[in-house]
């Protein structure tokens, strides 16, 4: 079975702290995920990497950054946390091939005081 | 990514079995049926996917209408542990080679959220 480990189920953070969120696959996936969830809004696309030091935009980038140094993992940054970025998130990985699906993580719950 | 239709909410008594039904008709040629749930405070997970036959795996059985445009999940025996939302999604065949982060984003509708009775 596939595995998509993040490092932690719940995290409290302060305004203006750097944040690191750390995921790791065990399927040697190419494509990994960041997505964050909220009621109301579903799911949303942060920062999307097809392979080893490539990232591309998703829907909502602005203030995080993304890291992938290894192929089975792939690192959200929040540069300077704001409470806006209270969420949870979502890590996920996938084979390179057009048919398969996307594996999630458990999630972080992230709330930032 | 073509529309699906779920009933919003649906009840199964334990070890019972549950059909979960998707409506697709505007599915096209090239797109994949995939279903994924998610447990309360936990991430989605992936359940099954198909194309034209009908597939089995551990999970689940997914059921595809000869026309596709409607497919059924089947969970075999209800345990309360099954108790989640769960969405149809239809994911067209992407070229093997990267075209941009939309082309692999994941978009859920409201899903069908199960009840398991005991």
């Known amino acids: 079975d596939v595995k998509v480990t993040q490092s932690s189920r719940y995290l409290v953070k302060r305004t203006g702290e750097k944040v690191f969120l750390e995921c790791v696959q065990d399927?040697?996936?190419?494509?990994m995920f960041w997505y964050r969830q909220d009621p109301g809004l579903g799911l949303r696309l942060i920062y999307f990497?097809?392979?080893?030091?490539?990232?591309e935009k998703g829907d909502i980038p602005e203030g995080y950054s993304v890291s992938r140094e290894k192929k089975e993992r792939f690192s959200l940054i929040l540069e300077s946390a704001s409470t806006n970025q209270t969420s949870m998130y979502l890590c996920?990985?996938?084979?390179?091939?057009?048919?398969?699906?996307?594996?999630f993580g458990d999630g972080t719950r992230l709330s930032i005081l | 990514d073509a529309k699906t239709t779920q009933p919003n909410s649906m009840e199964s008594n334990e070890e019972e079995p549950v059909h979960l039904p998707c409506n697709h008709s505007?599915?096209?040629?090239?797109?994949?049926i995939h279903w994924y749930r998610q447990l309360p405070s936990q991430g989605p997970e992936y359940v099954i996917h198909?194309?034209?036959s009908n597939v089995n795996n551990r999970m689940a059985s997914l059921a595809i209408a000869e026309d596709r445009k409607s497919s059924t999940l089947i969970l075999h025996r209800a345990t309360l542990r099954d108790a989640a939302v769960y969405y149809c999604?239809?994911?067209?065949?992407?070229?093997?080679?990267?075209?941009?982060?939309?082309?692999?984003?994941?978009?859920f509708g409201k899903g069908t959220k199960l009840s398991v009775i005991p």
């Open positions: 996920a990985s996938r084979n390179l091939m057009s048919n398969q699906p996307q594996h």
């Open positions: 399927m040697d996936h190419e494509n």
């Open positions: 990497s097809y392979d080893v030091k490539m990232k």
């Open positions: 505007t599915i096209s040629g090239t797109d994949y």
């Open positions: 198909g194309l034209t």
């Open positions: 999604i239809l994911r067209d065949i992407t070229p093997p080679h990267y075209s941009g982060a939309g082309s692999y984003q994941l978009t």
